[in-house]
């Protein structure tokens, strides 16, 4: 299995700010993805991360507003930029290696004001 | 495009009681499907993975089957504890190992003393 730590578990931010969330897992994995889950609502796939390229988008979320890093196999960053009420949410960092079970970070809690 | 149904959306039942949580795909082509548990406010813990070629798998007092042709999954938690309180959320995977998790909507658990 893989452990994921994310920094930070929290934050409240002003709008128009901007907020990095960091992820960590504590082995290589082939798969790293970021996942937004709004109050009370399942969780949506925002992009995966690709090692060494940009990431890959899905429908509704853009690189401007959404920049993410993965420098390397255990590592990733997600950047939410020009920070809006809407943005507040639960960041969830996760992992994957090849065909296997996917696994999940604690989440980032933003409180955007 | 896939989409996956949970129900029902909420549940209360007595400590000591079997329950059934379930769950319905639209597309049966699917490359594994996996059952998390998630606390309030945290992130996800897997519990159960079962390729899409295994009929279930068992954990402890939990069992997941999976009847791909039909495009439903089940959750079995036996002799329920308030511990087990949480929202359980199943998700999807079409084949293909970059292919990404699609979730359901989860059903929150409340078992009470």
């Known amino acids: 299995s893989a452990v994921i730590s994310q920094k930070p578990s929290r934050d ?21 993805f970021w996942y937004r889950q709004q109050p009370g ?52 960092c996760s992992a994957r290696q090849g065909g296997n079970e996917q696994y999940f970070g604690p989440g980032t809690r933003l409180t955007v004001t | 495009k896939q989409e996956v149904t949970q129900i029902p959306a909420a549940l209360s039942v007595p400590e000591g009681e079997n329950l059934v949580l ?27 993975l079962i390729q ?16 791909k042709s039909s495009g439903r999954s089940t959750l079995y938690i036996a002799a329920s504890q308030p511990g087990d309180s949480a929202t359980y959320l199943c998700a999807v995977r079409g084949t293909g190992t970059a292919s990404k998790l699609t979730f359901g909507t989860g059903t929150r658990l409340q078992v009470t003393l």
């Open chain 1, 41 to 92: 609502q399942s969780l949506t796939l925002i992009a995966t991360a690709n090692q060494g390229s940009e990431a890959t988008y899905e429908s509704g979320f853009v690189i401007d507003k959404f920049p993410i890093s993965r420098p390397n196999l255990t590592f990733s960053t997600l950047t939410v930029s020009n920070l809006s009420p809407e943005d507040s949410s639960i960041y969830l």
């Open chain 2, 22 to 48: 379930n769950c319905s795909f639209t597309d049966s082509a699917i490359y594994n499907l996996q059952w998390f548990r998630q606390d309030p406010g945290k992130g996800l813990t897997s519990l159960l």
């Open chain 1, 12 to 32: 409240i931010c002003q709008r128009g700010t901007s907020l990095t969330i960091q992820c960590q897992v504590d082995s290589q994995v082939t798969m790293m």
């Open chain 2, 52 to 67: 899409s070629s295994q009929r279930e798998q068992t954990s402890g007092r939990l069992n997941a089957s999976l009847d």
